[in-house]
């Protein structure tokens, strides 16, 4: 970790955070139309205008060249601009990457932006990106990227011992969060037997264990800290950040039971100068119901193999040991294809003190990680309010 990198720690802070409108939106309406939606919210949260734009971090799989397309929707005119593209880790990179250029004064008031309408569109965003998805994995028809996920959940089933209820209780305690959401997509009941006895889509994951397929976006808004302090809310400062990619098919994954979030962990734990047992709540990318089983392993919060024991009982659920997931995650809440910059909005929300019924009573230091392909790019970023500086 070079010297430079950690200088970074706490120089840049979110400052302005908002969804667009979720769920199923309906017909004529963009995913452009989400970014608007939620750019003119987050700015609001801010107390800033548009023309104080002047960086733009974004990324679609709906429209070519995202960030010529979005600036020019939007009326703006950015200096600086970064168009990184990992999947739904993409946002959570977006955050370091804007905390960077505003510390090199390549810009000073960042917008970070995304917005999908694939449940609107009938799986846009997979029709829109299957030409990109050939693999070697092809010629044997897998359903991605359930399938992918399936394999590595098999895996860690057959190597650790780690059970079909283990997964489940995953996919209920994210259930139970999002009843305390007013935004979350469904509400209704869910128990292990519910998940066990769904609809399966690829051994052995069934339907519960899948996210949803919403519409949605969201927008942040990132600044410097010294701006940050003379806004209208408290800034939520980004402490530290790792990135890691190992592969891109899922066949080339070195090991189905562990992720470059051991890389990307690390590096943002060293650069904000914590550890696993300091974080308050985590926001994890659960596409699936073994994401955060083998992110929680692989972040530090328990030891390899123990994932499934640890989300065991209600541990991860309301007033379970530690907050996970607490806007109901994309297994409850929203995943509009991509869903990490929700993932930042709702610790955000949390170190503010903002979630309404779902806050958790210790909110100073938040962990949010993106997860992007196939288990493929891990990202984690570190936020803090201003007693963790």
């Not at 023309?51 to 799989?61: E, K, P, V």
């Not at 999947?87 to 505003?102: D, E, R, T």
């Not at 995953?170 to 969060?177: T, Y």
């Not at 128990?191 to 051994?203: A, F, P």
Request: proline share 4%; hydrophobic share 40%; aromatic share 6%.
């Amino acid at each position: 970790m070079s010297t430079s990198e950690r200088a970074l720690r706490g120089r840049a802070a979110i400052v302005g955070v908002a969804e667009s409108s979720l769920g199923e939106v309906g017909p004529g309406i963009s995913s452009l139309d989400l970014i608007g939606q939620a750019t003119v919210r987050a700015l609001a949260d801010a107390g800033l205008s548009k023309h104080d734009i002047d960086g733009l971090f974004t990324h679609s799989a709906f429209f070519s060249q995202p960030v010529l397309t979005t600036a020019e929707y939007l009326g703006i005119r950015p200096r600086f601009a970064d168009g990184t593209a990992t999947g739904g880790s993409s946002f959570v990179g977006h955050l370091w990457h804007a905390a960077a250029a505003i510390e090199a004064g390549l810009c000073e008031v960042a917008l970070i932006a995304y917005g999908s309408t694939q449940r609107s569109n009938g799986g846009g965003l997979v029709a829109s990106g299957a030409a990109l998805t050939r693999s070697w994995e092809t010629p044997y028809g897998p359903r991605m990227p359930a399938s992918a996920y399936a394999l590595a959940a098999a895996r860690h089933m057959h190597e650790f011992g780690t059970t079909r209820e283990q997964l489940a209780e995953v996919a209920v305690a994210a259930r139970q969060w999002a009843k305390l959401n007013p935004q979350a997509f469904v509400q209704d009941d869910l128990t292990v037997d519910d998940v066990l006895s769904s609809r399966m889509v690829s051994s052995p994951l069934t339907v519960r264990d899948c996210c949803l397929v919403t519409d949605g976006g969201g927008a942040v808004i990132v600044t410097s800290a010294e701006r940050a302090r003379d806004l209208p809310k408290p800034p939520a400062y980004i402490l530290g950040a790792g990135e890691a990619t190992w592969h891109m098919n899922i066949s080339q994954m070195p090991d189905l039971t562990t992720t470059a979030a051991q890389d990307s962990g690390r590096r943002a734990f060293d650069i904000a100068g914590v550890g696993p047992q300091d974080i308050d709540l985590v926001e994890l990318y659960d596409a699936f119901t073994i994401n955060p089983i083998l992110f929680l392993e692989d972040l530090g919060f328990c030891a390899k193999g123990e994932g499934g024991a640890f989300v065991s009982d209600g541990a991860i659920a309301p007033g379970g040991s530690l907050p996970v997931n607490t806007n109901g995650g994309g297994l409850s809440y929203c995943h509009p294809g991509m869903y990490g910059i929700l993932l930042v909005i709702e610790a955000v929300r949390q170190l503010r003190g903002e979630a309404g019924a779902r806050q958790v009573d210790r909110h100073s230091l938040a962990l949010a990680h993106g997860n992007g392909g196939t288990l493929s790019s891990q990202v984690t970023a570190i936020l803090g309010d201003e007693s963790t500086l």
